[in-house]
C-alpha cells in the first residue's frame, strides 16, 4: 500500500535550522505533487510548501517564504523541506502530503503521512 513516511524533526533553538524527509512507497512519486502541512498546538492544519510533479515550480505559504525550501528527488522517491530561520511559531507537526492533481498548490490530498514533530524553542 501507499505509503509515506516523514523524518527529521526534532527539537531545535529559534534561529536554527532542520531539514525534513518524506520517503514515499507504494506509488510513483514523479505522478504527484508533493508537499507539506503543519498543525501547531491547538489550532487547524495549514499549508506550508508544495512542489509540481516534475519539480518545475513550487509554492509557500507567506509565513515561511523566504526561509523554507521544498525540493524532491524522483529517483529517490522522496521529497524534502529545508526549514531555515526557525521560530518558535514554527513549531508544529509537519505532515507529508501527495496529490495526483500534479499542481504544487496541492488542492486534493491523496494520501497523507503520520507526521514528523518540531519543536522550536526560544
Known amino acids: 500500500q501507499v505509503q509515506l513516511v516523514e523524518s527529521g524533526g526534532g527539537l531545535v533553538q529559534a534561529g536554527g535550522s532542520l531539514k525534513l524527509s518524506c520517503a514515499v512507497s507504494g506509488v510513483t512519486s514523479s505522478r504527484y505533487a508533493m508537499g507539506w502541512f503543519r498543525q501547531a498546538p491547538g489550532k487547524e492544519r495549514e499549508f506550508v510548501s508544495g512542489?509540481?510533479?516534475?519539480?518545475?515550480?513550487?509554492y509557500y505559504a507567506d509565513s515561511v517564504k523566504g526561509r523554507f525550501t521544498i525540493s524532491r528527488d524522483n529517483a529517490r522517491n522522496t521529497v524534502y523541506l529545508q526549514m531555515n530561520s526557525l521560530k518558535p511559531e514554527d513549531t508544529a507537526v509537519y505532515y507529508c502530503?501527495?496529490?495526483?492533481?500534479?499542481?504544487?498548490?496541492?488542492?486534493?490530498?491523496?494520501?497523507w503521512g503520520k507526521g514528523t514533530l518540531v519543536t522550536v524553542s526560544s
Open positions: 502530503a501527495a496529490d495526483l492533481g500534479g499542481s504544487e498548490y496541492l488542492r486534493s490530498v491523496n494520501y
Open positions: 512542489i509540481r510533479r516534475n519539480g518545475g515550480s513550487t
